[in-house]
């Protein structure tokens, strides 16, 4: 026991740079303190004292913030950082290395008995508010961004972000490399979006970037071939683009970012 207790305190030190010594993480980090008496609070349920073990989970919801199911099964090296607002069910499982931040909820979607909440296998990041809702699974590794609502199994190594979240694919090099040569032509700007975590909105932008690139290509292909039957109708200008059309959807790169 601990062991496993000084194991939880070597965690904290890995995954929290605030922490700065072994007896602020013992004394002020409830999260550390709410896997503890849940830890205590499970043995009695796994014994048939479940009064007494909900009692332990109440005292622990009252002092730190953070509501564990006295029912539910929790791996080692387990890691909720600020952890106010938290709430697991009864029949979640969560494996090891997992961290939750502040306001999750791994929660059911149904009254019926039986496994009714979420399955985190080893390694899973839960981000601050996000919402874990039904008997499914989250793979290892995997990420889940803040305020999501994760509805669906979700890949091992996957990123889910969004209401109702959506697996993040993230682009290739050379298709990264085209989408953004096809963007600067036209002179777009996807402002305030990463590539490597597209919203569906620019997602779909970034479509329509591939679709203009193939029809560029095709259409220059299309005047070499009518230059060389002797037409001069490539040789007209397209329409150009005015920064004016694009007031509102883009910026330019030296403007200040808005709020």
Same mark, same amino acid.
């Given at each position: 026991?601990?062991?496993?207790?000084?194991?939880?305190?070597?965690?904290?030190?890995?995954?929290?740079?605030?922490?700065?010594?072994?007896? !602020?993480?013992?004394?002020?980090?409830? /999260?550390?303190?709410?896997?503890?008496? =849940?830890?205590?609070? =499970?043995?009695?349920?796994?014994?048939?004292? $479940?009064?007494?073990?909900?009692?332990?989970?109440?005292?622990?919801?009252?002092?730190?913030?953070?509501?564990? =199911?006295?029912?539910?099964?929790?791996?080692?090296?387990?890691?909720?950082?600020?952890?106010?607002?938290?709430?697991? %069910? !009864?029949?979640? !499982?969560? %494996?090891?290395?997992?961290?939750?931040?502040?306001?999750?909820?791994?929660?059911?979607?149904?009254?019926?008995? /039986?496994?009714?909440?979420?399955?985190? !296998?080893?390694?899973?990041?839960?981000?601050?508010?996000?919402?874990?809702?039904?008997?499914?699974?989250?793979?290892?590794?995997?990420?889940?961004?803040?305020?999501?609502?994760?509805?669906?199994?979700?890949?091992?190594?996957?990123?889910?972000?969004?209401?109702?979240?959506?697996?993040?694919?993230?682009?290739? +090099?050379?298709?990264?490399?085209?989408?953004?040569?096809?963007?600067?032509?036209? @002179?777009?700007?996807?402002?305030?979006? @990463?590539? +490597?975590?597209?919203?569906?909105?620019?997602?779909?932008? @970034?479509?329509?970037?591939? =679709?203009?690139?193939?029809?560029?290509?095709?259409?220059? %292909?299309?005047?070499?071939? &009518?230059?060389?039957?002797?037409?001069?109708?490539?040789? $007209?200008? &397209?329409?150009?683009?005015?920064?004016?059309?694009?007031?509102?959807?883009?910026? +330019?790169?030296?403007?200040?970012?808005?709020?």
């Amino acid at each position: 026991m601990f062991e496993q207790m000084r194991e939880d305190v070597r965690s904290v030190f890995h995954r929290d740079p605030a922490a700065r010594n072994t007896l !602020e993480v013992v004394t002020c980090y409830p /999260g550390l303190h709410a896997v503890w008496l =849940h830890r205590a609070a =499970h043995a009695l349920w796994r014994r048939e004292w $479940k009064w007494l073990a909900r009692v332990v989970s109440n005292f622990a919801r009252w002092m730190t913030g953070i509501e564990i =199911h006295p029912g539910a099964r929790i791996g080692r090296r387990f890691f909720i950082d600020h952890g106010m607002g938290i709430v697991i %069910g !009864e029949t979640a !499982e969560i %494996g090891n290395d997992v961290t939750l931040y502040q306001g999750v909820t791994l929660g059911g979607t149904s009254w019926d008995a /039986g496994k009714r909440h979420p399955t985190l !296998e080893d390694g899973v990041v839960v981000g601050a508010g996000a919402k874990v809702l039904g008997p499914f699974t989250v793979g290892a590794g995997a990420k889940i961004g803040s305020n999501a609502v994760v509805t669906k199994a979700v890949p091992a190594g996957a990123t889910a972000v969004g209401i109702p979240a959506r697996i993040i694919v993230p682009l290739n +090099d050379e298709q990264a490399e085209r989408r953004q040569a096809m963007a600067s032509k036209l @002179g777009f700007d996807a402002y305030g979006v @990463g590539q +490597d975590m597209p919203d569906p909105v620019a997602r779909a932008i @970034g479509q329509l970037l591939d =679709h203009l690139h193939a029809v560029d290509g095709r259409l220059e %292909g299309m005047c070499k071939a &009518l230059q060389g039957l002797g037409s001069d109708y490539c040789a $007209k200008d &397209l329409p150009a683009l005015r920064d004016e059309d694009f007031a509102g959807v883009c910026r +330019d790169p030296g403007e200040a970012p808005r709020a």
